[in-house]
T-cell receptor, first 110, second 116 residues
Framework: LAKTTQPISMDSYEGQEVNITCSHN???????ITWYQQFPSQGPRFIIQ???TKVTNEVASLFIPADRKSSTLSLPRVSLSDTAVYYC???????????FGAGTTVTVRA | GAGVSQSPSNKVTEKGKDVELRCDPI?????LYWYRQSLGQGLEFLIY????????KSGLPSDRFSAERTGGSVSTLTIQRTQQEDSAVYLC??????????????FGPGTRLLVL
């Protein structure tokens, strides 16, 4: 898995958009970018995955520039329930040994 | 459908005792993974099962740790002669192993192990 760097924490308020940028300068050609979310006392949950450009689902959007050396997870109009730790992972389909670092702790306040 | 389930949800044991942790993967998922997450730490890979292939045990921290998967479904992680440093949340995940799609692992809620 390629090394990733993301902010340790971010604070936001309900209704705002939260953008978390992950740096992955050594991303390889076959690597995907995947984001997981983890609530306290729960296992991580897959939220979105992409390879290039933009991916959107019902939970979030993932923006990937042309050089793919970074990616930005965008959470639209966050609510208190979006308070969680968000992990960025980079790897190909054979990288099954997931390894999370500290992730980004997002705290949403009323 | 049902997600990955794990039992027990919490386990308190005394140093030196053996513990067994159970994982029921999502039906139809051929790949099963065990991870460990210590307080305030990231995720640490322990072991991986895929179908009938020999498991990848490269992440097991010592020979006190073992795991098996019966009938390609339920898995048990056993820790013998537990030590205080074994205290952590043990997470199980499963996946379809649908090559080419970029693998997504689905995690259970974890078993919180406390060794006194």
């Amino acid at each position: 898995l390629a090394k990733t760097t993301q902010p340790i924490s971010m604070d936001s308020y309900e209704g705002q958009e939260v953008n978390i940028t992950c740096s992955h300068n050594n991303i390889a050609t076959n690597d995907y970018i995947t984001w997981y979310q983890q609530f306290p006392s729960q296992g991580p949950r897959f939220i979105i995955q992409g390879y290039k450009t933009k991916v959107t689902n019902e939970v979030a959007s993932l923006f990937i520039p042309a050089d793919r050396k970074s990616s930005t997870l965008s959470l639209p109009r966050v609510s208190l329930s979006d308070t969680a730790v968000y992990y960025c992972l980079v790897g190909d389909e054979d990288d099954y040994k997931l390894s999370f670092g500290a992730g980004t702790t997002v705290t949403v306040r009323a | 459908g049902a997600g990955v389930s794990q039992s027990p949800s919490n386990k308190v044991t005394e140093k030196g005792k053996d513990v067994e942790l159970r994982c029921d993967p999502i039906s139809g998922h051929t790949a099963l993974y065990w991870y460990r997450q210590s307080l305030g730490q990231g995720l640490e890979f322990l072991i991986y099962f895929q179908g009938n292939s020999a498991p990848d045990k490269s992440g097991l921290p010592s020979d006190r740790f073992s795991a098996e998967r019966t009938g390609g479904s339920v898995s048990t992680l056993t820790i013998q002669r537990t030590q205080q440093e074994d205290s952590a949340v043990y997470l199980c995940a499963s996946s379809l192993w649908d090559r080419g799609s970029g693998e997504t692992q689905y995690f259970g809620p974890g078993t919180r192990l406390l060794v006194l």
